[in-house]
């Protein structure tokens, strides 16, 4: 220490002026507890109502109706063509897998729009070849135009 700093406590002291009277906090305390008013009991046991049973099975089910109709609107979203009972997956698999037709319709996802568009120029010599392989019937603004490149 320097020589202020022992002057200082020779003359003042290390005890700080402020102090607290003794007892202070015990009387504080009394008299708060005093002025309030009293704390109530809450009951030790609640009856439920049906609806505060229920309420986590009925959120829980409405999650899953949700996140069904979610996934509903994405796969309609999509664009993937809608099973019926009519055309089960199983059968056209099936169907394709035994027929000839199945390598000569099936082109390569590598292909252009317009390398397709040849690809199957090449293949028919008609539109009516066409429609019968596909059971597809043209509108009648399109059944004058040809096949073949001019």
Known sequence: MNKQEDKLIEKYGRKGGWTVPEGYFESVYKEIDAKLPPYP?????????????????????AMFAGIWLMMKV???????VTLSLDNPPEHIAMALS???????????????DMETEREVMGQYDSIEEFQQDFGYELE?????MSLSEE
């Open 98 to 112: 035994e027929s000839d037709l199945a390598d000569s319709y099936i082109l390569p996802a590598s292909l252009s």
């Open 41 to 61: 009991e809450t009951p030790r046991h609640v009856e439920m109502t049906a609806w505060q049973r229920i309420k986590p099975y009925v959120y829980l089910a």
């Open 140 to 144: 009648s603004e399109y059944k004058e």
């Open 74 to 80: 994405f796969y309609n979203a999509s664009g993937n």
